[in-house]
């Protein structure tokens, strides 16, 4: 009988996964890709450790002399005491951003609170990991040195093959055992960051429920104050001109006169197209619809059309925020334009969205006057509702300006 019909068709899954160039090879490439931008990445974070720790204990050494002076004095004091803190917050900052590079990025960079004894206690004990830091690295420079020696030996002859491969071997331990001391040392600046930067788990959760009930007041707050808002655009604006309008359709009713009618029913008609566009933005500063159908910085451009003063957009957002964000963000951006064109006389006014750190970034800037308050009752709204989100609002408004007003969310 003859053979059955040969088949040539595509090798099972297995066959596949094993051949070179296949998906269980291409998976163990990205690997150890990613192994070895890791090691880097950790080795890069704890050198600059050991640049910060140093960092660290000259501004405890300086903090202590300045403290020590101050002593006698109760305001240098407490002015020497405020530096202090603000710069060990800095420094507690470029910490945590740096461990959070050494970490792959993942959580962002924390906000960090006025510093106090925790701070200060961080700092002292960042000493020891940015010793064993430049030890380590120390004893690897010491063996490239040694490297080159033994291959500049090698290649005159002085040593045997045996003896360079006795050296080779005791060479390639060392430098696995300095790698290792190098990722214990990454381990261990992220424990004493936990221990003595992190609050305990149930402190920290009394924190964000004291935290939760004082933004719940606060956006009970904000939405009270736009209520009042509203009422009194409704009142003062609105309804003063449908009274108004009524008045002319009155007139125009009882005139018998046909061109003094026509004149009355064109201002009614004038004064209705108005009466509209208040309507319209009241009811924007109530919700914006148009973020139904467009993004923020759309959104953004229809409001700067209409603006009195001019208004320069950049959004470079990769992925759209949530609505939430984008319609906090929205009535930032109209609160500054506002502010820009009644009380600052600003020219040009210019707005930037990205994304940085993991948070959505607006910075609103005018060239205007300055002087803008951030405990008024717009701003100061503004603040409470960016803080519902877990954002966090910013106003600096110099005297002769110039103002801006910087908004950051959480993506989301």
Known sequence: MPDGPAVTGVPDGRAAADAP?????????????????S???TALAVAAGVLTAVAGLLFLLVAAVA???SAPAPPARRRVAALISRYA???VRLERRRLTWLSGGAGGSPAVRTAGWREIGY????ALPGVLGAFAFGLLAIGVVLAGIL???ALRGDLTVAALLSQVVIGVV?????????ASLGAV????????LDPEPRAALEARVRELATSRAQVIAAVDVERQRIERDLHDGLQQRLVALGMLLGRARRSRQADRTYALIAQAHEDLQRAVEELREVAWRVYPSALDDSDLGEVLGMVAQRSTVPVRIRCDLPLRPDRQIETVLYFVACEALTNAAKHAAATLVTIDIDVREGNVRMRVRDDGTGGADPSGRGLSGLARRVAALDGRLRVESPAGGPTTVLAELPCG
């Open 21 to 37: 160039g296949g998906p269980a090879a291409s998976a163990a490439s990205s690997r150890r890709v990613g192994s070895l931008a």
């Open 39 to 41: 090691a880097g990445r």
């Open 67 to 69: 403290a020590a002076g």
């Open 89 to 91: 917050a800095t420094l």
């Open 123 to 126: 700092l002292a004990a960042r």
């Open 151 to 153: 291959l500049r030996a």
């Open 174 to 182: 060392l430098l696995l055992l300095n790698a290792q001391a190098v």
């Open 189 to 196: 600046d992220r424990w004493l960051a936990q221990r003595l």
